[in-house]
């Protein structure tokens, strides 16, 4: 695809747009008083503004004769005993945060068991999905395979066929990088205009993790692999559809494609993977093999049938684009987002995430008014390549309907497509690599619902 251009000259603070008319007030005194300032005096006007009491203070009334209860008297979990370690020896989240977990989606490939998990990308906070909401799509369900008896092979142009046990990859030296793993399928409804609630839904089949294992090229080495013929490797996995993905050389001699067996400071889930999975930074999920037993080096692409049936692109000329691995530059706002009410007008940080296939996200713009207008977020620390990156930035809700887009830029200077854009190469018919600027509409009454413009 054609990268969109990004033309620095037409991108615009514009805080009016981003702020009530107290707000573009408070806007030329952020300089004296700092981020800090500007915030606090934000709070204060729109306060000062509103003649009703906010949604949140009628949630949590206040007594006739002052005070609040909870400040005024100490809580139970101030005078009494708690509880000792968890009994069950592994921790769990919070009974009140119960409501955050994966959530299931008829819309893709489906066998007896159901198929693929969304993340709740809305619930989190930082890069790091927790690997108990990590989004999960399988091909023929998840497996928790005894690692005694598991084995990883390789073969082909190597000149010592090697099969190694879990002990024997364990033993050897290790890295732990952090990346995005996204499927290929991640957005894929709205190609077709359906306009799904919530950015789990829209975006949840994406996750990062601090990944654990072997650099692939180690094992290629020990075993005498032909790298100067040697043009790509197929990776099989070990569950009932035996995965197969050709993944090109050039990848794997870089040092980042890995062997991997931890994730997050663990062993890798079993529906993740466990108790060994391949990790291709950048490279859409599916490449990403599975419970992987066998490595295969090769001089020509393999044409396996999850790459020569499913994975493709259909093109506007009926032509299919075969082997489309990288997942281009890509970002979206996750608070304020689709499901989502804001309780009253005022300052809200408006936050998300932006990635790249390609390196590093170089810069997150956002807009409150439909793409109208830009202004330059903040790019939070560490910013990695091929991980997660959470953007930031201040805005002023003056109560009036909005529409909230983020648009990233990684890197290499490739910026994310509008629909337009990314419609006048791809077509309507495609399915997979969907990374085109998705937009939320705030409503008078503060919900926010999934919008899509041309």
């Known amino acids: 695809m054609k990268q969109a251009q990004h033309d620095s000259g037409r991108l615009q603070k514009a805080p009016e747009n981003f702020l009530d008319p107290q707000g573009i007030k408070t806007v030329f005194a952020e300089a004296k008083s700092g981020r800090r300032g500007f915030i606090r005096q934000a709070f204060a006007a729109a306060a000062a503004g509103v003649a009703a009491p906010m949604a949140m203070a009628q949630a949590n009334p206040v007594p006739p004769e002052g005070g609040d209860p909870y400040i005024l008297q100490l809580p139970e979990h101030a005078t009494g005993l708690g509880q000792g370690v968890a009994t069950e020896g592994y921790g769990k989240p919070s009974k009140f945060e119960s409501n955050i977990q994966r959530r299931q989606s008829p819309g893709l490939t489906q066998t007896t068991q159901a198929s693929v998990s969304f993340a709740p990308l809305q619930s989190l906070f930082g890069i790091v999905t927790p690997s108990g909401l990590h989004f999960e799509r399988h091909h023929q369900g998840w497996w928790d395979i005894d690692p005694s008896k598991h084995r990883f092979m390789i073969n082909g142009m190597v000149k010592s066929p090697k099969v190694f046990t879990m002990d024997e990859i364990m033993r050897l030296p290790s890295v732990s990088r952090f990346h995005f793993i996204e499927c290929g399928a991640n957005t894929a409804v709205e190609w077709g205009n359906v306009a799904v609630p919530t ?7 994406i996750s990062c993790s601090e990944f654990t294992g072997v650099p692939l090229i180690t094992l290629l080495e020990i075993a005498g692999a032909d790298l100067k013929n040697g043009k790509f490797v197929l990776a099989e996995g070990g569950d009932g559809s035996s995965m ?13 494609v890995l062997v991997a067996y931890g994730q997050n400071g663990e062993m890798l889930r079993p529906e993740n993977g466990y108790p060994l999975r391949l990790v291709v930074p950048g490279v859409q999920g599916v490449s990403w093999v599975k419970y992987l037993r066998r490595v295969e ?8 049938k999850d790459e020569a049936v499913h994975y493709m692109d259909l093109m506007p000329d009926g032509n299919h684009r075969q082997y489309t691995n990288i997942q281009e530059c890509k970002s979206v706002v996750t608070t304020p987002s689709g499901g989502q009410v804001l309780l009253d007008k005022g300052f809200y940080n408006i936050t998300g ?5 390609k390196g590093k996200v170089k810069r997150v713009d956002v807009s409150v008014d439909g793409g109208r207008n830009w202004r330059q977020a903040r790019l939070e620390t560490p910013v990695l390549s091929k991980a997660l990156t959470r953007f930031n930035i201040d805005w002023i809700w003056d109560g009036r309907p909005a529409i909230l887009q983020s648009r990233a830029m990684d890197e290499t200077g490739y910026v994310q ?13 495609s399915i997979y690599h969907n990374n085109a600027i998705q937009s939320w509409l705030v409503q008078e009454n503060g919900e926010v619902k999934n919008v899509q413009l041309s």
């Open 297 to 304: 080096v090769g001089d020509m692409p393999y044409a396996a």
């Open 244 to 256: 197969t993905r050709t993944i090109p050389m050039s990848l794997i001699t870089s040092g980042e």
């Open 353 to 357: 995430l932006a990635w790249s296939g």
């Open 417 to 429: 497509p509008t629909y337009k854009q990314l419609r006048a190469v791809r077509g309507t018919r």
């Open 199 to 205: 950015v789990q839904y829209t975006h949840g089949m």
